[in-house]
């Protein structure tokens, strides 16, 4: 695991994973999402961008140091961090049953996957898998703001608001 986090957030609500994420703009996004609800953020390589200094002050992304944030050489290195008794919920357009329905707790972790293609099925299958639900004639939502959805929904279940 790499970390080259300036903030560690003791104990954090909920876990924010992005296994591959492509686009560094919803990343920059959802990492201030992080900083802002005291979420521990989880970057699965590879990445679609560079966490170079420079070119995080470049995107604007200078909130970069109260992120606390966590890299992983492969999704593998990750599971090797969580906890035995926490779970991982992921979040699909393939998923059947609406993230509404999942029983989230203290400390678990919430898995997005690449903007292009979502989760691979292999992860699919060893993860419980939730969607949130489209009626328009688009396919998926921008991952930033699912993220959104799912964090705010989560902590205001937990009674954090």
Same mark, same amino acid.
């Given at each position: 695991m790499l970390n080259l986090s300036h903030r560690v957030i003791e104990d954090p609500p909920l876990h924010i994973v992005l296994y591959q994420p492509e686009i560094? %703009?919803?990343t920059g996004n959802i990492a201030r999402l992080c900083a802002a609800t005291m979420l521990r /953020? %989880? /970057? @699965?390589?590879? /990445?679609g961008f560079s966490v170079d200094n420079r070119y995080l002050k470049r995107a604007g992304l200078?909130?970069?140091?109260e992120v606390d944030i966590r890299y992983y050489k492969d999704y593998d290195e990750f599971l090797k961090i969580v906890p035995d008794n926490i779970f991982i919920i992921g979040f699909s357009v393939h998923a059947k049953r609406p993230y509404t329905e999942a029983k989230v707790t203290h400390g678990t972790y919430l898995m997005f996957g690449p903007e292009t293609r979502g /989760?691979?099925?292999e @992860?699919?299958?060893t993860i419980l898998c939730y969607r949130i639900p @489209?009626?328009?004639k688009v396919r998926s939502l921008n991952l930033s703001t699912s993220v959104g959805i799912v964090a705010y929904h989560y902590l205001y279940s937990m009674g954090y608001f």
């Amino acid at each position: 695991m790499l970390n080259l986090s300036h903030r560690v957030i003791e104990d954090p609500p909920l876990h924010i994973v992005l296994y591959q994420p492509e686009i560094p %703009h919803n990343t920059g996004n959802i990492a201030r999402l992080c900083a802002a609800t005291m979420l521990r /953020l %989880h /970057l @699965i390589f590879p /990445l679609g961008f560079s966490v170079d200094n420079r070119y995080l002050k470049r995107a604007g992304l200078d909130y970069w140091q109260e992120v606390d944030i966590r890299y992983y050489k492969d999704y593998d290195e990750f599971l090797k961090i969580v906890p035995d008794n926490i779970f991982i919920i992921g979040f699909s357009v393939h998923a059947k049953r609406p993230y509404t329905e999942a029983k989230v707790t203290h400390g678990t972790y919430l898995m997005f996957g690449p903007e292009t293609r979502g /989760l691979p099925k292999e @992860i699919r299958d060893t993860i419980l898998c939730y969607r949130i639900p @489209i009626w328009g004639k688009v396919r998926s939502l921008n991952l930033s703001t699912s993220v959104g959805i799912v964090a705010y929904h989560y902590l205001y279940s937990m009674g954090y608001f």
